[in-house]
C-alpha cells in the first residue's frame, strides 16, 4: 500500500519542498496542496519510470552537491578574470573528449549537465556508444588536466552514487 501510494518517495519529498520554496509561505493549506502534487505526480507519471534508476550510495549526493556549488563559485570568478583581465588573443579556448566510465544514462545526464553548469565549459556532445563526452573550454591551458579534473571531481562521486 505505501509502495503504490509513494512510488518515488524522494521525488515526493522534493516536490513538497519545491513546491514550498514557489509559494513561499508555509502554511497548512500549502503543505497539503505541495503534499498532493508530491503524491499525485509520482503516481501519475510512474508508467513512464519503468528502470527507475537506484542510487548506490545517496548521502554521497549531498558531498556532489557541496563540490559543484564550491567548483561554480570559483569558475565564476575565473570567468569574470578572464573577460575582464585577459586578452582574447590570450585565451586557449579548446574542444576535450573525456572517455567516460560511467554506465547508466542518469550519471552521464548529470555529469554532462554538471560540466555545463559550471561556467568556462559546456558539454557539447555525447558519442553514438555513451562512451566519450565531448566538451569545450574557454580557457584550458593544459587540456588533460581539465579532463582528469572533470574524470576525479565529478565522474567518480557520480559513480559512487550510481553505481
Not at 503534499?35 to 519503468?50: M, R
Not at 548506490?56 to 570559483?74: A, F, G, Q, S, T
Not at 553548469?117 to 553514438?128: F, R, Y
Amino acid at each position: 500500500m505505501i509502495k503504490k501510494l509513494f512510488p518515488h518517495p524522494v521525488l515526493t519529498l522534493l516536490l513538497v519542498i519545491v513546491w514550498q520554496m514557489l509559494v513561499n509561505k508555509i502554511t497548512l493549506g500549502n503543505i497539503v496542496l505541495g503534499l498532493g502534487l508530491g503524491i499525485a505526480v509520482p503516481i501519475l507519471t510512474g508508467a513512464y519510470w519503468p528502470d527507475r534508476p537506484r542510487l548506490k550510495n545517496p548521502l554521497m549526493i549531498v558531498e556532489y552537491i557541496l563540490v559543484v556549488l564550491w567548483d561554480i563559485c570559483v569558475a565564476n570568478v575565473r570567468v569574470a578574470w578572464i573577460i575582464l583581465f585577459r586578452r582574447n588573443a590570450d585565451l586557449h579556448t579548446t574542444w576535450i573528449t573525456v572517455p567516460l566510465d560511467l554506465q547508466t544514462p542518469e550519471a552521464i545526464t548529470a555529469l554532462a549537465g554538471t560540466i555545463t553548469m559550471t561556467p568556462g565549459t559546456v558539454s557539447s556532445d555525447l558519442s553514438a556508444d555513451g562512451r566519450v563526452l565531448l566538451v569545450h573550454c574557454l580557457d584550458a591551458g593544459h587540456p588533460d588536466d581539465v579532463r582528469d579534473e572533470i574524470k576525479s571531481r565529478y565522474e567518480r562521486r557520480l559513480k559512487e552514487i550510481f553505481e
